[in-house]
């Protein structure tokens, strides 16, 4: 048990909440702005094979992040079209986009790589990684700040809210959705690109659930930037445990060990959820 | 003579209706306009197109003498223009200052100037008599307050021709004086006020001149002091009004609903009453003083913390709704759109809903022939328009589809009607009927209970009058001891103490 609360810990535990920050805070911009946003998953992991792509075609760690970030960019594109301009369910197709997702990444794969697991690995990308951890906090306090200090925040709330209103008052909706969705790409592609980076290249589904997880926590932070940089840190630390754990060999099986970060995610949202208050016209 | 605003021949279409039919209409500067008309006459329609809200089939709209190309609530408000609607457009989780600036937020150094926002929106409404605080959340005020922040919307968007579409459903008399003193002033200032309204009280009290509306065309538009409220009701409804129905003093029965203490944690307080039969027990209070929780605890959509509820003597406290309604409890809910109809379903499927079983053959099939000839039936005699069985609830007019809801509540023939805002949005000739109808409703012997934000309404139907006040009952007064004044006090807790004290 010794050194579970380490240095070594904490800094693990930040390493993993690097893409639950990212994603959830494009979350927060999508949903503030009334657009659910499943497909976060989608959008983390088109940015991690941006990431790989673009580093590998350049030689580039920034580059790569540029192209991560395009790729969760383009999805969000694909996806703002299709919920925004045609009004399709969001739902529906915020599975679809994050299905899209995972065919497209396995498909150029094998086209770029011909492998079916991983891309090569990419050089080392350092400096880069440690820029976006500390960036992800400093974007929380700038997203929560820009929601309640500037006009296009209040703006991008009020379509949120009460679109009619919005409107009848010569506020358009439309423009500030597409902000909303978008920087949800941005953002959330940035999340993938430290995955990519992370790892040192590019594992097929290798996002694996985190945009759900992000989702969770946006939730669990009242669909506030600063309220899901604490959610996110909290599932991240209970990852960290949990491998530390696992690999402490304590007589917990494998399984259960596993499970103790999606525990506290249900629990915490059971907890907390009546309290969290959406968006009032999210999903419409 | 300078018109504020002036429509000339303005035409609207939504799909194949034609809700407005070449309207033309004049608002003096300086002056106050009341539009009346019954529901589905066109005014907010008409409304809404000069606000440019929506597209012009045909005609146009001139503001202070220059035609707009091209209506869009961006144009309205830089001519001065601004509305106040029916149902508020406000984000309840933002704060008052925050609704009121949208759109033209104050800066500072590139950002939000929320301390900025808040000063100037506080100053406006001290200026204009509206009380609220700048900073609180839209979620937390009263119906009343937000229509200030309503108002005060369009007062810091620079509008002198203030558009109110039925401001005063949602008040109470006290509430509607002091609207109305703020509306007399902004007149005195040289601003303009257009009111729509059906209630001519209101047109008589406070508008210099009138416009009648009916099926989308102008039938009247004359001076105030030129008109009487029955001419008015003659035009808007293109005949004479029966008036209030004859009282036949109906033998009064036994009890059929009592309440007692009934406490709802945060919304009622220990209400007690008692329906008899062939009596109509009026509910009279401002919405949000407990309304609500008294009709779902009552019809058991929801559970009361304490308290007793008896229908015909039978202990119902702890009954679904469906078992409340076998006893013999109908139920015309507050919100027809969201409790009392389904409004994707058919009427013939709306009317005979929760009575499917009677309708069903071997194997739940339904007999839809039956059931539509039951249901054409049930329309024709309640005159709902039209009377198509097949036709969705939602394309009917408010006061049809009321209709609709009780026609099926009284067909199942109920010991206790429990009627909440009967009339609420209804047309002038629907509520007559519908006065009819729970008037009949009594003089059969059974019991109603009629929750009403509406004096006149009570007053013309029920026995007594109980006073809701902050979720308890103030007062209990027979009709012949209820009238505006001690109603309106009762209702606000003007009076709320000496009259608690009743013998």
């Known amino acids: 048990m010794r050194g579970i609360l380490s240095g070594a810990f904490l800094l693990q535990a930040l390493r993993i909440s690097v893409p639950y920050v990212l994603a959830a805070l494009g979350g927060v911009a999508s949903e503030r702005s009334g657009v659910i946003n499943i497909a976060l998953e989608g959008m983390l992991l088109v940015g991690a094979f941006g990431a790989a792509v673009g580093a590998l075609a350049s030689g580039s760690a920034l580059a790569g992040l540029g192209a991560g970030v395009l790729a969760g960019v383009a999805l969000a594109a694909l996806y703002g079209l299709a919920v925004i301009r045609w009004r399709a369910d969001q739902i529906v197709c915020g599975v679809a986009a994050t299905l899209l997702a995972l065919g497209a990444t396995r498909y150029f794969l094998k086209v770029f790589y011909n492998s079916t697991s991983n891309s090569p690995r990419i050089p080392s990308t350092d400096g880069l990684g440690w820029a976006i951890l500390v960036g992800a906090a400093l974007l929380a306090a700038l997203a929560e700040a820009g929601l309640r200090r500037t006009a296009i925040g209040l703006r991008l709330r009020a379509v949120g809210e009460h679109p009619e209103a919005a409107r009848s008052v010569g506020v358009r909706v439309a423009p500030l959705r597409w902000l909303g969705v978008l920087l949800s790409g941005a953002l959330a592609g940035l999340g993938g690109v430290w995955l990519a980076f992370d790892q040192h290249g590019f594992v097929a589904n290798m996002s694996a659930g985190r945009g759900f997880i992000a989702l969770a926590a946006m939730i669990l932070g009242g669909w506030r930037p600063l309220g899901a940089l604490g959610a996110c840190l909290l599932f991240g630390g209970a990852e960290a445990l949990q491998l530390r754990l696992q690999s402490s060999g304590m007589g917990l099986g494998a399984g259960t060990v596993q499970a103790l970060p999606y525990l506290i995610t249900i629990v915490a949202l059971a907890v907390r959820g009546r309290a969290s208050v959406a968006p009032r016209a999210l999903g419409t | ?503």
């Open chain 2, 1 to 503: 003579m300078t018109t504020a605003v002036e429509l000339r021949g303005v035409v609207v279409r939504y799909g194949a209706v034609t809700a407005v039919r070449g309207v033309s209409l004049a608002v003096e500067r300086g002056a106050i306009h009341a539009v009346v008309g019954e529901n589905g006459a066109g005014k907010s329609t008409l409304m809404r197109a000069l606000y440019g809200l929506v597209p012009l089939a045909a005609g146009e709209v001139r503001v202070k003498g220059e035609p707009m190309a091209r209506p869009s609530p961006e144009a309205a408000i830089a001519r001065g223009v601004g509305m106040v609607h029916q149902h508020f457009l406000l984000a309840e989780a933002l704060t008052v200052a925050e609704n009121v600036v949208l759109g033209r937020e104050p800066r500072r150094r590139g950002l939000l100037d929320v301390a900025g926002a808040e000063a100037e929106v506080g100053a406006l409404a001290e200026e204009h008599g509206l009380a609220v605080d700048p900073a609180a959340p839209v979620g937390a005020l009263s119906v009343g307050e937000r229509q200030r922040v309503e108002i005060l919307k369009a007062l810091y968007r620079g509008a002198d021709v203030l558009i109110l579409d039925e401001p005063t459903a949602v008040l109470s008399p006290p509430e509607v004086d002091d609207l109305f003193a703020m509306l007399r002033a902004h007149r005195d200032r040289g601003g303009t006020v257009i009111l729509v309204t059906h209630k001519l009280d209101e047109v008589m009290a406070i508008s210099e001149r009138v416009t009648v509306l009916r099926r989308g065309e102008v039938v009247g538009d004359l001076p105030t002091r030129d008109a009487t409220p029955e001419a008015i009701v003659r035009l808007m409804v293109g005949r004479d009004l029966a008036g209030p129905p004859e009282r036949g003093a109906g033998p009064m029965g036994d009890v059929r609903l009592s309440v007692e203490g009934l406490t709802v944690r945060g919304s009622l307080d220990r209400v007690s009453l008692e329906v008899r039969g062939g009596e109509i027990l009026g509910v009279a209070g401002v919405e949000g003083n407990g309304q609500t929780e008294l009709c779902e605890a009552i019809t058991g959509l929801r559970r009361a913390d304490a308290g007793i509820v008896r229908l015909d003597g039978a202990d119902v406290t702890r009954a679904s709704p469906a078992r409340r309604r076998a006893l013999g409890l109908g139920h015309v809910p507050e919100d027809r759109h969201r409790r009392g109809l389904l409004l994707d379903l058919s009427l013939a499927e709306n009317l005979l809903l929760g009575r499917l079983d009677e309708y069903t053959r071997f194997a739940s099939i339904l007999d839809r022939r039956r059931l539509a000839a039951d249901a054409a039936r049930l329309l024709e005699r309640f005159d709902v328009r039209p009377a198509d069985p097949a036709a969705p609830a939602r394309s009917l007019s408010g006061g049809n589809q009321q209709k609709v809801v009780l026609a099926r509540e009284l067909s199942l023939r109920p010991r206790v009607l429990l009627a909440a805002q009967p009339t609420r949005g209804v047309d002038v000739g629907a509520i007559e009927r519908i006065h009819a109808e729970l008037d009949g409703v009594r003089r059969r012997g059974a019991g109603v209970l009629l929750i009403s934000a509406e004096l006149d309404e009570l007053l013309a139907l029920a026995d007594r009058v109980a006073v809701l006040y902050r979720g308890r009952i103030v007062a209990t007064l027979p009709r012949a001891e209820a009238d505006r004044e001690r109603l309106g006090g009762l209702m606000t807790g003007a009076t709320a103490q000496q009259a608690a004290v009743q013998p």
